[in-house]
């Protein structure tokens, strides 16, 4: 049997998200004639908010949702291991839900979320949308985004400048006489394919030059790997920037079948550092990011807003810092010259 959601109560009830949240938790913020409609189409479509009725019970859950992708799990687990420290160290659990393309509805997991009644959401997954991170920011939950620069109600990040990071360096790239510089499209990572690009369309324009060297994956192309190899029968560009390490192993690997040398003849950027980039060969050049710091930052950001929320401290979260950059360093290795 099919689950319901508390989206197919809102659109069954013709009221807001927020509207069916609050009839389940009991609020006396709606009125009566609202309230029976929640509860005739609760009926109707049996849907079953017993979670969220047991935990009603308590006055907070102690329970921290975090919403991770399944891309990166390595540069993934460093962030979850900060965030878990610190988290222990405050006494909170942390519920984790991994997004699979294709796989897992974002919806289904805003959805548990709300059910489970935690106390706060962190977020590293750059395929949420706008409507979703509203909908999260609905039901009053302190919200923290790992990656991404979120200005909203309820929302703070911690990010690391990856448009900046990608500007400065090829601003270099182009100092040394480099023109042909392409950027490797990551399904897996919108908002990060978007921030390489504006990265390299800025430092192409600072230099009097236009970027228009995106490498797009077909959509109908399941295999990165299996394109490069096409591509590159008719593509050679000086240098090729990915963001995650299996992006530029597919590179290297394609190239070096097509007869191409790296980094003589093709050089190769993996923005994003993991343990794997020391082990290719060459090594490759990469952004050394604080992924541990991410989470532990992250963590920390979430206890300052809930002790804030808890003693309606309105002053200290007037004062408390909504977005945290933390630094990069670029680490040249045998990928380039």
């Known amino acids: 049997m099919k689950k319901v959601t508390i989206y197919e109560v809102a659109a069954e009830a013709e009221v807001s998200l927020a509207t069916v949240s609050r009839v389940i938790n009991g609020s ?40 991770v992708p399944e891309a990166s799990f390595v540069f993934t687990g460093q962030i979850i291991n900060g965030l878990v420290d610190v ?8 519920y984790l839900h991994t997004i699979s393309e294709g796989i ?10 709300i059910k489970t009644r935690v106390d706060g959401v962190v977020i590293y997954n750059d395929n949420l949308s706008g409507i979703d991170i509203e909908t999260l920011a609905e039901y009053d939950i302190p919200i923290v985004f790992i990656g991404n620069n979120i ?77 490069l190899g096409e591509y590159f029968k ?30 003589e003849d093709i050089q190769i950027v993996c923005v994003l550092d993991t343990k794997y980039n020391k082990m290719f060969r060459p090594q490759l050049s990469s952004f050394v990011m604080p992924s541990y710091d991410l989470g532990a930052v992250a963590m920390r950001m979430m206890t300052k807003q809930l002790s804030a929320r808890d003693n309606d401290e309105d002053e200290v ?15 040249p290795r045998g990928s380039t010259k």
């Open 317 to 331: 979260k007037d004062g408390m810092d909504k977005n945290i950059e933390l630094s990069y360093l670029y680490t």
């Open 104 to 113: 897992v509805d974002i919806k289904d997991v805003i959805d548990s979320i």
């Open 28 to 67: 006396e913020l709606v009125k009566e004639s609202t309230r029976k409609k929640v509860e005739a189409a609760i009926s109707k479509l049996g849907y079953k908010p017993n979670a969220v009725a047991q935990s009603l019970a308590l006055k907070r859950s102690t329970t921290i949702a975090l919403v």
């Open 87 to 94: 988290a222990k160290i405050y006494n909170y659990n942390i």
């Open 234 to 263: 008719t593509n050679k560009p000086e240098v090729i920037i990915a963001n995650r390490d299996s992006q530029a192993m597919a590179i290297m690997n394609a190239a070096n079948e097509a007869g191409y040398k790296i980094p």
């Open 151 to 227: 200005n909203a109600n309820n929302v703070s990040s911690v990010y690391i400048d990856t448009k900046q990071a990608v500007d400065d360096l090829i601003g270099d790239f182009i100092k040394k006489g480099y023109r042909d510089i392409a950027i490797l499209e990551d399904r897996k990572n919108e908002y990060s394919s978007e921030q390489l690009v504006r990265g390299a369309e800025s430092a192409f324009e600072r230099n009097g030059l236009t970027f228009d060297n995106q490498i797009k994956i077909p959509a109908n192309q399941r295999s990165t790997y299996t394109y």
